[in-house]
């Protein structure tokens, strides 16, 4: 039976920077993309899914996020799941001192109101370090420029709900009741997510397995695809053979 990775990208990215890494995939594997806004404010990934088919479910950054809620929603359509740069609580408080502060955010979303070229460029800039902004995020980011103000209105109110959810959203409860197959995968330079949230992870999810790239940040699946589409292939074939997959 082939395989349909499911992926939801990062905060503001949207679905097609994502390409690279669905280009790089197996020929075995059938992917979708979708961006984080439009699974959290829409029914798309309703839409997306078939009773009939079974998914690797792969979460990049807030992506990762929306994979644990959808995991836990829909436990029978998923066979496994990958976390790029992830974690289960991106805010700090209630007991988690590697968030980001809510007050952070809240500035980010008034920041969207002034100027949301001027947030973006700040937090591509974050997200690229210790690297220059990969040239995938800026083509991205010209195509996804809204093209009239009511586009823009749209686009603007989608990413602000995102942060609301990213302050407000707490998975930590759900990873002891992950059940699938985990690959968890992060930049060891990640100034986003620190590395310390994917050990967490890896450490409450039960049948999980967690690997570093070195030298790189939190836009791992754009800065390099071919290191996340290899290591989805070889814990997919590795699953497989262990019999863990139906």
């Known amino acids: 039976m082939r395989s349909t990775v499911l992926m939801i990208s990062g905060w503001s990215y949207g679905a097609g920077a994502l390409a690279p890494l669905a280009q790089r995939l197996p020929g075995n594997m059938d992917s979708i ?7 959290l404010t829409s029914d798309r990934m ?6 009939d088919r079974r998914y690797i479910l792969v979460g990049w950054s807030m992506g990762g996020m929306l994979a644990l809620h959808w995991l836990a929603r829909q436990p029978n359509l998923f066979k496994a799941m ?16 590697d968030g980001v502060p809510k007050s952070r955010l809240r500035a980010m979303s008034l920041g969207l109101q002034r100027d949301p ?4 460029a700040r937090f591509d800039r974050l997200a690229a370090e210790p690297h ?3 040239p995938t995020v800026t083509e991205c980011r010209q195509a996804n420029e809204p093209s009239t103000d009511l586009d823009a209105k749209q ?3 989608s990413l602000a709900a995102g942060l609301r959810f990213l302050s407000s959203s707490d998975f930590r409860p759900l990873l002891a009741t992950v059940t699938v197959p985990t690959l968890i995968l992060h930049g060891e330079d990640d100034e986003v997510i620190p590395a310390r949230a994917a050990t967490e992870m890896a450490h409450r999810i039960k049948d999980s397995h ?3 790239r070195a030298q790189i940040g939190h836009d791992l699946p754009v800065r390099d695809p071919t ?12 699953d497989e053979a262990d019999g863990n997959t139906d």
Do not use: C
């Open 132 to 134: 220059p902004v990969h």
């Open 117 to 120: 070229t001027d947030v973006l």
């Open 46 to 51: 309703d839409r997306s899914l078939r009773d």
């Open 82 to 97: 990958v976390l790029v740069g992830s974690t289960a609580k991106f805010s700090s408080g209630d007991g988690h001192h």
């Open 227 to 238: 290191w996340v589409a290899e290591r989805i292939e070889q814990f997919w074939t590795s």
């Open 155 to 157: 686009r603007d109110e």
């Open 210 to 212: 967690l690997e570093f």
């Open 33 to 39: 993309s979708l961006s984080a806004e439009e699974v």
